[in-house]
């Protein structure tokens, strides 16, 4: 084993084979993986095996495409067969609600070039003879389904990376992690020492372990995970007999289970209710090619809702049940990227689909690595979107609520109990006894809308409008019309400090910083000119003689953002960057009569022309000391007041007393969202993202190009000669009792011009055949298409998609809110758009201008 390596990953599984590939591949040759035992010693050796490519966001959807079109590669390069089964398979409905689900991801698929296809029952009985197809009410048709050899695939992606120069080092244990002041890290294993420049954490059950080496505790948590495999059947062998195919693949959302074929049986696996972790608390380092034992009783009820549904399967003999661990992340997504606080330490766990999802995290790990970028929006995977809050028990309870939820419909208004309270300021009973409905904002319980007196706060789940929709209607129009007051606790809040304060901030942000008392609003950029960040900035009296600003931005992005201040901070010290997450809370009162409430509680003049539109101040509200910025999210005349925890009960209480004459309301979260629709403003991570450059995302009045070499000015410069490909554009939409909830295709009718913004399939793909072997529609197999099904009709064309929208209560408009081509992103013409909303194409109208308060006066009066 040699001592220095440019990079050493630690764990031999299917992802880190993946990572050690694309390193290779990217042009670093002085890499090594360590592995404590033998490849695929975890959780790889006795995985299913199955992939796809379909994924609720859509963005891990296309990485998950990558990995599938990657098998190929890999073999040709290892010479190691993969075992590639391409059969395609099926989502099974046995609902509406489940149905409309399918019909949403159905729709997302169009924008990401997948040819699914919404089927009949009996056509999917078709392709898999031993279901009962009247349980179900419909079902939805990927041809970029199937399974392979585990074992298999990972030794190929680990052929390939030994031929491109890569070292592999097996039966030797990392025992521990310890860094230089130079940045390098000691890689201390049984066999000896590395020396490193990075690190990456390819550890599977282990990576919690390895996370503790360098005193992260990573949220992640291992699963039993139970599957069986069934004697050879008669029926299995005559379909293929018959037709010269394997069966397909079945989803069943109501058994939460899937199936497949396996040699002349059926494997059946189930996500059951009643499942049970793993080691929770510590990982044993001698666990090894074993399996746990099986508990069929545990499964049972999966199982008897599964032979119901597939009463060809009941008659078969089991011939093994397999029961191994299985590592998760709170959301089932993977933990990607590099750890904030650290230095050239990165992670790729928690991969629990790793055979659909391996080759994308390797791809976009290795890209961060090489060329300082993923190269694809991961904010799905990114390891820095959990904060403090995800402990050891919180992640033991979230893990499992996922777990046991593996198939089941997240509504896009439903809000997940486990392990809640979090994180709550001092407000939460106050809220509760106001009948709020909570939600969860990065850990923190947050007021999302307020039930009506007698009622249950309570969200009653569902794809269309709900028991929310009116009182949220009432909450909006009485702030527009009033006053309002909101809780903005779930803000991220830094103040950075210094001599250099303001070169920093300038090096960092696309506007000029502003003058002492005084506000921005600015996009960040990476080196590529794309958005990585959106912040309201204030210039605070400076103390100590010293430079010093406060800064807002989004809450969820809070350890994202650290990584890349930290990033680029001077070596020196001479700046300071604190973040407060929850020792900084806030209020925000809005609406026509919000100065004349706000003034009942200060002792300074804050008339128009006192205090401005976009000013800042520090001042005494109702007693309590406080930071007051004079803008509010909803577009209106209004204020967001910053306090101490300690200090706002006063302040909330004050506003409450001195609003009974303004007729104050409580509002939450939802109007708050709904208000910006209607001054066309976006969100981070939803409209504003690291794939959009910032005149994209339509920024242009932010991004002063004359300032100074602000990071990513050049490319930005570059994308405003060119001019954008795309636009961010707000759209009014024919909507009728459901609104846009994101990722929606916006279809237009352009004739035969192509604005070339759909991507078009490529690799795997596989035909459908009926019960006789007669193909059902065009092969898209082999070799990939040229052509998107689905994705054009007669004239029209799927042009863009939604990043979010909803109703606009005050102007009683449905908005959303997304992308197309720059060259349609002004055209206002009725019966050009549509967007296509749980499967029917609705109208949709852009509306340049935003449709509340366009001239923005009523935010400046």
Not at 141 to 168: C, N
Not at 817 to 825: I, K
Request: proline share 5%.
């Amino acid at each position: 084993m040699k001592s220095h390596a440019k990079a050493v990953v630690i764990g031999g599984g299917v992802v880190g084979c993946s990572v050690l590939y694309h390193l290779a591949k990217a042009g670093w040759a002085d890499i090594m993986l360590i592995e404590r035992s033998e490849l695929t010693s975890g959780s790889s050796w006795h995985a299913a095996g199955g992939f796809h490519t379909l994924n609720g966001d859509p963005n891990v959807a296309k990485l998950q495409a990558y990995t599938v079109r990657l098998y190929k590669e890999i073999e040709e390069i290892s010479g190691q067969s993969c075992s590639l089964h391409l059969t395609g398979g099926v989502m099974m409905a046995d609902t509406p609600e489940r149905m409309d689900f399918l019909r949403l991801a159905h729709a997302k698929g169009r924008y990401l070039g997948m040819d699914t296809e919404l089927i009949t029952p009996s056509e999917a009985k078709a392709m898999f003879p031993l279901m009962d197809e009247t349980n179900f009410v419909g079902a939805m048709w990927d041809p970029v389904e199937g399974h392979l050899d585990p074992s298999g695939t990972t030794h190929a992606y680990a052929k390939a990376a030994r031929k491109l120069g890569a070292e592999i080092v097996l039966r030797n244990r990392v025992v521990e992690l310890t860094q230089e002041v130079d940045g390098t890290w000691n890689v201390v294993t049984e066999q000896g020492t590395v020396k490193a420049e990075h690190v990456v954490n390819c550890g599977g059950l282990w990576a919690r372990e390895i996370g503790r080496m360098v005193g992260v505790e990573l949220p992640v948590l291992a699963m039993e995970h139970m599957y069986l495999l069934t004697e050879p059947m008669p029926e299995v062998e005559e379909f293929n007999k018959s037709t010269g195919r394997e069966m397909i693949g079945v989803l069943d959302f109501k058994g939460e289970i899937y199936t497949r074929q396996e040699r002349n049986g059926i494997l059946l696996g189930t996500y059951e209710k009643a499942c049970k972790p793993w080691s929770p608390v510590n990982t044993p380092w001698d666990f090894g090619h074993e399996l746990l034992q099986p508990d069929i009783d545990r499964i049972a009820p999966s199982l008897e809702i599964g032979f119901k549904h597939f009463p060809g399967i009941e008659k078969a003999g089991i011939k093994q049940i397999i029961n191994g661990p299985f590592t998760f992340a709170l959301d089932g997504n993977p933990l990607v990227g590099p750890v904030q606080g650290l230095t050239n330490f990165w992670c790729a766990c928690a991969v629990m689909a790793g055979f659909s999802q391996g080759g994308g995290v390797g791809l976009a790990l290795s890209n961060w690595m090489v060329h300082g970028d993923p190269g694809f929006d991961v904010w799905g995977m990114d390891v820095a979107r959990f904060g403090e809050w995800a402990t050891l028990r919180y992640t033991n309870a979230k893990v499992r609520e996922n777990y046991s939820r593996r198939f089941s419909i997240r509504f896009p208004n439903e809000e997940l109990p486990a392990a809640r309270p979090a994180q709550t300021t001092p407000l939460y009973d106050t809220m509760l006894a106001n009948n709020a409905v909570l939600g969860d904002s990065w850990g923190l319980e947050t007021p999302l809308w307020f039930a009506p007196r007698g009622s249950e706060p309570k969200d009653v789940v569902s794809f269309h409008r709900s028991n929310d929709f009116r009182p949220i209607g009432e909450e909006v129009r009485a702030t527009r019309e009033r006053v309002g007051v909101t809780e903005i606790a779930n803000f991220a809040k830094y103040e950075v400090s210094g001599p250099g304060a303001e070169d920093f901030l300038n090096r960092l942000m696309t506007n000029r910083m502003p003058k002492t008392g005084r506000i921005v609003l600015t996009p960040m950029l990476n080196e590529f000119g794309r958005l990585i960040g959106d912040f309201t900035i204030a210039k605070a009296g400076p103390r100590g003689g010293e430079d010093r600003f406060m800064i807002w931005g989004s809450s969820a992005a809070q350890k994202y953002h650290m990584r890349w201040f930290e990033k680029h901070l001077p070596k020196d010290g001479s700046i300071r960057i604190h973040r407060f997450d929850q020792m900084l809370v806030g209020l925000s009162i809005a609406g026509p009569k919000s100065r004349d409430l706000l003034q009942k509680l200060v002792d300074v003049d804050i008339s128009t022309k006192a205090f401005r539109f976009m000013d800042f101040r520090e001042m005494a509200v109702g007693g309590a000391p406080c930071m007051v910025n004079r803008i509010t999210y909803t577009g209106d005349l209004g204020y967001e007041i910053w306090m101490a925890p300690a200090y706002q009960r006063l302040v909330y209480k004050a506003i409450k007393e001195a609003g009974e004459e303004f007729g104050l309301v409580d509002f939450g979260m939802r109007a708050l969202l709904s208000m910006r629709l209607e001054k066309n403003f976006p969100t981070w991570f939803r409209e504003l993202r690291p794939i959009y450059g910032p005149f994209e995302g339509s920024m242009d009045r932010f991004i002063k190009l004359e300032k100074n070499d602000f990071i990513g000015r050049e490319a930005a410069a570059k994308e405003q000669a060119e001019g954008p490909k795309l636009r961010r554009v707000s759209f009014i939409v024919d909507a009728a009792d459901a609104d846009v909830m994101g990722d929606e295709p916006i279809w237009a009718k352009v004739g035969g011009k192509d604005y070339g913004t759909v991507e078009k399939p490529h690799g795997y793909g596989a035909p459908r055949f009926d019960a006789g072997g007669k193909e059902v529609r065009g092969s898209n197999a082999a070799e990939g298409a040229s052509a998107v099904r689905g994705i054009v009709d007669g004239d029209c064309r799927v042009v863009g998609w939604v990043t979010s929208g909803g109703y606009a209560h005050y102007v009683e408009k449905s908005m959303a809110q997304g992308y197309v081509p720059a060259a349609l992103a002004e055209n206002e013409s009725a019966g050009l758009f549509e967007i296509e909303i749980l499967g029917h194409r609705r109208p949709a109208r852009i509306n340049v201008e935003p449709p509340f308060d366009p001239s923005g006066e009523k935010m400046r009066t």
